[in-house]
């Protein structure tokens, strides 16, 4: 039961940032949407997926707890579905501003990593800087 909880904390520290990620495409796609009903749908949609991403999140944590699921796969079956569901959204949209904010957010992504990586990198903090920039 300890090694499950210990397997299941282990790759939430990976799959946090992750959901971080897909959570900001789904919002950002479904506020760029044009309703006739004004931005108060779009933020009632925003936050029903926020709920049922908690929701899905919640409950299969519990499953990997109390059932034979693999931690591994109930950390990552909301991810999974809700990347998907974010695909869908940000192909629905064909607005350029869309797509560079994608961008921006996959590159914040990608630096994101380096704390997560730590200790692994034996570059120095000022040629680190001057990397991301270069990427960007």
């Excluded at 790759?11 to 495409?25: D, H």
């Excluded at 949609?45 to 709920?51: D, K």
């Excluded at 704390?115 to 692994?120: D, F, I, K, P, S």
């Amino acid at each position: 039961q300890n090694k499950v909880i210990i397997m299941q904390i282990f790759n939430k520290k990976y799959s946090i940032p992750v959901s971080a990620f897909i959570l900001t495409i789904i919002a950002v796609a479904v506020s760029s949407m044009k309703r006739r009903g004004g931005m108060g749908m779009n933020l009632a949609i925003g936050i029903c997926l926020a709920f049922t991403f908690i929701f899905f999140d919640k409950i299969f944590g519990v499953l990997a707890e109390k059932s034979s699921i693999p931690p591994l796969l109930a950390v990552w079956i909301p991810n999974l579905s809700f990347g998907l569901l974010a695909i869908y959204y940000s192909r629905m949209q064909e607005n350029n501003y869309l797509k560079s904010y994608l961008n921006l957010h996959f590159i914040v992504f990608i630096w994101g990593f380096t704390a997560v990586l730590g200790e692994l990198i034996s570059i120095r903090e000022a040629s680190l800087v001057w990397y991301r920039m270069g990427l960007a």
